[in-house]
């Protein structure tokens, strides 16, 4: 019913900058909180930040100062825009949404994700 879509990942070296971009379509009626999650190899997803419908965010402090969380309401996309990249950051990146469905059934979606690696 909904689908999100994220690109923009790739090889980046340190000191880097890469910025990612999740697509939502199909039956959507809002979006509420839109994020990005990211997890790396044997460890648990790391929640990286978030944005209201408002456009409020957060972010955790291992990337404060460093990314920057933003939408386009109009075409009902997220970015993150990552700079100051380093090694620790190389996980697999997924957006979610909280949804309302042109039904008025609201939930939770996921991307796929996408792949960023920092390394010289």
């Known amino acids: 019913q909904v689908q999100l879509v994220e690109s923009g990942g790739g090889l980046v070296q340190p000191g880097g900058s890469l910025r990612l971009s999740c697509a939502a379509s199909g039956s959507i009626f809002t979006i509420n909180t839109m994020r990005w999650s990211r997890q790396a190899p044997g460890k648990e997803r790391e929640l990286v930040a978030t944005i209201t419908s408002g456009g409020n965010t957060n972010y955790a402090d291992s990337v404060k100062g460093r990314f920057t969380i933003s939408r386009d309401n109009a075409k009902d996309t997220v970015y993150l825009q990552m700079s100051s990249l380093k090694p620790e950051d190389t996980a697999v990146y997924y957006c979610?949404?909280?949804?309302?469905?042109?039904?008025?059934?609201?939930?939770?979606?996921w991307g796929q994700g996408t792949q960023v690696t920092v390394s010289s």
């Open positions: 979610n949404a909280d949804v309302t469905t042109t039904g008025l059934i609201r939930g939770t979606y």
